[in-house]
């Protein structure tokens, strides 16, 4: 099994775990991940939703809460490899990304929205920067605008396709037919982008697929096409290690192909979703907001259907009934709460 290299980091099993929040992928996880060879990933999002000052000051108690459990992973994993997801659209992102880097985080990887200035907030530290894209369109204009403004590229490149779970990066439209969307071509023409970029920077740029990745041959096609590894999320969730409660796991074993759908976030993204008694309850009332943690940058309070962040938070909490309950395309393919390294050992038995 050929290893992932990002830098200077050697990651011996080519999968990267998704970061999945409000709290899903935390510590626990992403540190069973790292163990098993893999690159385990934290979410950035709202991290101290559990702490008892977050409903007063929810910034200084998710930075607090940030640096905890990196720590803590980073000790659960002998300081193995170990990344975190921050969205471009929630507020504080340089915030959340600097506090990161302090607590010691190797690689931060960032979507839902393009990172323009992730190598700025990252300047003068060895962490490595990883954009989530979905077009060659998207890609080459970030890295465009990396290399001609901070003469710097990226040091990975996530490719996430259609069938990905939570924020997705395509219009509600094309995500109604998602046979139309070409991902095998974007992901080659993404390949030729990282090419070019690398012999510029006299480096190798890996390409990860993501999205829909949930079966061995799933991970040998993207392998075989070019890919220096996969990222998966779903598969994670329904794991012993899983930092989600069991309600949570067993909503991903229990759900059924016609039970996962697409939903429109608050936040002005398209999202995939289990359906639930939340979400059959949106379309004839609207559920009370009595806060808000000021966690989206494109988040009006006063317009929103509904707080996702409360939604989310009673998610991890296994309140499932009450919750927005994100997921991947293929979640209904899972009937059975796995541990970690059974997780990885199937999707990689057939790149051995």
Known sequence: MKQLK???????????????????????LASAVSNAGGLGVISGINMGYDEEEFRKNPLATN???LKKHIQKAKELCDNKPLGINLMVAMNFYEEH?????????????SGAG??????????GSNVKIAPIVSSTKACKLLLKMWDKKYSKTADMIVVEGPKAGGHLGFHEDELKDIDTIDYDGEFLGILKIAEEYGQKYNKDIPVIAAGGISTSSDVKKYIDMGASGVQVGTRFVATEECDADINFKNAYVNCKKEDIEIVKSPVGLPGRAIHNKFLEGLKTSKPKIDRCYN????????ITPYCISQALINAVNGDIDNALVFCGANAYKI?????????IDELTSEIL
């Open 6 to 28: 990002i830098g200077d980091l050697l990651i011996k099993v080519p999968v990267i775990q998704g970061g999945m929040g409000i709290g899903i992928s935390r510590a626990s």
């Open 114 to 123: 393009l990172p323009v200035k992730l190598p700025k907030f990252t300047e």
């Open 295 to 302: 966690c989206m940058a494109a988040c009006k309070p006063s």
């Open 63 to 65: 930075l607090k809460a």
């Open 335 to 343: 009937d059975k709460i796995q541990t970690v390294k059974e997780v």
């Open 97 to 109: 990304v600097k506090a990161s880097i302090e607590a010691g985080i190797d690689l931060i990887i």
